[in-house]
């Protein structure tokens, strides 16, 4: 495939060598088990319709940005990199043959999603939030519309934190993940979103962007 062709490929022969042990007549090279994105061992590989497969962390990075459409050729593809299966096979194999580097991609993999997770924006509220709550979010302040707005555009994921009073957000706080399902800008700038609370996180507000709070907003 011309797209195929074009993918710098790492080429690492001790990996190859190692790979190969003495009954087997074929070897695995590692730039066979390369991910199209990360150029790294692929590491809870998902192989999506078209038949390319990515690492799961870069899979997800991927499709916040675009959605629905394999990142190596564009086709349609509608899966949800967070649940969808791993292809199990692969996953063997890359374990199997490179069992040292595989385990520093799990590694490495978890920190990215960390990282991707935690540079979300802050909103502070005021009423009981749970994981599992959907939200409904008029925002029609103009600084709330930008902070959706980049959000959209990246992970769609944005941080709620509780609005005492005089509270400040600190590091080890908790807050709660938010995913935005849906956002309708309409043609006056202002936003209608539907979102879904994830899961509860513990927060480094010196990654985040400058907080906000959504004591201007209305939450019905
Ligand atoms: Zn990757
Ligand atoms: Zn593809």
């Known amino acids: 495939m011309e797209l195929e062709k074009d993918i710098p490929r790492v080429q690492d022969h001790k990996l190859a060598a190692a790979a190969t042990t003495a009954s087997s007549s074929a070897s695995i090279e590692a730039d066979m088990l390369t991910c199209p994105l990360c150029l790294n061992l692929v590491c809870q590989p998902i192989t999506v319709p078209c038949g390319h497969t990515f690492c799961r962390v870069c899979l997800y990075m991927a499709m916040q940005r675009s959605k629905k459409?394999?990142?190596n050729c564009r086709a349609v593809c509608h899966v949800e990199p967070a649940s969808h299966a791993v292809n199990v096979m692969l996953a063997q194999i890359a374990q199997k043959c490179f069992p040292k580097q595989y385990e520093q991609r799990l590694l490495e993999s978890k920190q990215e999603?960390?990282?991707f997770e935690s540079t979300s924006p802050i909103f502070f509220y005021n009423n009981c939030l749970f994981p599992g709550c959907l939200l409904h979010l008029h925002l029609f302040e103009q600084?709330?519309?930008?902070?959706i707005n980049r959000c959209v555009s990246s992970n769609r994921?944005?941080?709620?934190?509780?609005?005492f009073t005089d509270y400040k957000a600190k590091t080890g706080d908790v807050g709660l993940l938010a995913y935005i399902d849906e956002c309708e800008f309409l043609p006056d700038g202002r936003a209608l979103l539907k979102a879904t609370i994830q899961k509860?996180?513990?927060?480094e507000?010196?990654?985040?962007?400058?907080?906000?709070?959504?004591?201007?907003?209305?939450?019905h």
């Open 69 to 71: 459409k394999c990142p």
């Open 113 to 115: 999603q960390e990282k």
């Open 143 to 147: 600084r709330y519309r930008h902070m």
């Open 157 to 163: 994921k944005f941080i709620y934190l509780p609005n």
């Open 200 to 203: 509860r996180v513990k927060v």
């Open 205 to 219: 507000p010196r990654l985040h962007e400058k907080q906000q709070t959504t004591n201007q907003t209305r939450s």
